[in-house]
């Protein structure tokens, strides 16, 4: 007895579109926080911006799906899906992130509020744990939460660590943390349940500078360890506005 044929999966099988009030769309392609589904979000939302659809008023790349804002006055809803899915099924998304950013960091000071205890934990040293977190490639998931807040996918397994069960009321801008298996840089003060080891002077939110955000979903980030002075010396050169980092162009 023949077999019946099994028909094959395609991109388009996953994908899901939600409406967001009557102003927005969720254009949703997996289940999955994965490198590969991250690059073809990041790759729909450079298509959608090349393609200049009238009406499209905002988008937001996320994990796994690209929230799409529109003026429903200009762009119908419906419209707008099909312009989605025209885009998607001709993407040739590219994993690779197009820059890298070398980022400071001082493991120590008052912004290393759990290096000591998480070593501990760990059965390491705070010289190895930090010598594994800056040995590390990340990759800017999304910004989100907070103005030019980075989720950083690419954490070591042996860093993974839960949040705080109770977050901290206030946490500096530029403080170097961990949370479940993800990292993150502080773009901004304020509460957090996430465990921290360092800092640096990076800033990577800065209403004065023109993009205000530093990093971008895609990008690449490696941290490099430097000692207090060096810490001190750029902290006093970002105060004047010096964003103290350029990207490395990789494609």
Not at 114 to 140: I, N, Y
Not at 163 to 169: A, D, K, T
Not at 188 to 214: C, E, H, K, Q, Y
Request: glycine share 8%; charged share 20%; proline share 9%.
């Amino acid at each position: 007895m023949a077999c019946p044929d099994i028909p094959r999966r395609t991109i388009m099988d996953d994908i899901r579109i939600l409406p967001c009030g009557d102003q927005a769309l969720s254009f949703q392609i997996s289940d999955r926080i994965d490198p590969d589904v991250n690059a073809r979000i990041i790759a729909l939302a450079a298509a959608l911006g090349a393609a200049a659809i009238a009406g499209v008023t905002e988008y937001v790349p996320t994990y796994r799906a690209l929230l799409v804002r529109y003026d429903p006055e200009v762009l119908r809803g419906a419209e707008l899906a099909r312009h989605l899915r025209r885009l998607y099924a001709s993407l040739q998304p590219d994993r690779a992130p197009a820059r890298l950013w070398r980022i400071p960091v001082w493991y120590g000071g008052p912004a290393a509020l759990d290096l000591a205890d998480l070593a501990a934990e760990k059965g390491m040293t705070a010289e190895a744990l930090a010598a594994l977190h800056s040995a590390s490639d990340f990759r800017v998931f999304m910004i989100g939460f907070a103005p030019g807040f980075a989720y950083l996918g690419g954490l070591p397994e042996a860093l993974h660590t839960p949040r705080l069960e109770i977050p901290r009321q206030m946490v500096p801008a530029g403080a170097i943390g961990i949370g479940g298996q993800q990292a993150s840089i502080n773009s901004v003060a304020g509460p957090s349940g996430w465990r921290f080891i360092g800092s640096t002077p990076v800033r990577l939110f800065d209403p004065a500078r023109n993009p205000a955000f530093l990093l971008t979903a895609g990008d690449a980030v490696r941290f490099t360890p430097v000692d207090a002075a060096t810490y001190d010396r750029l902290t006093a050169r970002a105060a004047t506005g010096d964003p103290l980092v350029a990207p490395e162009v990789l494609s």
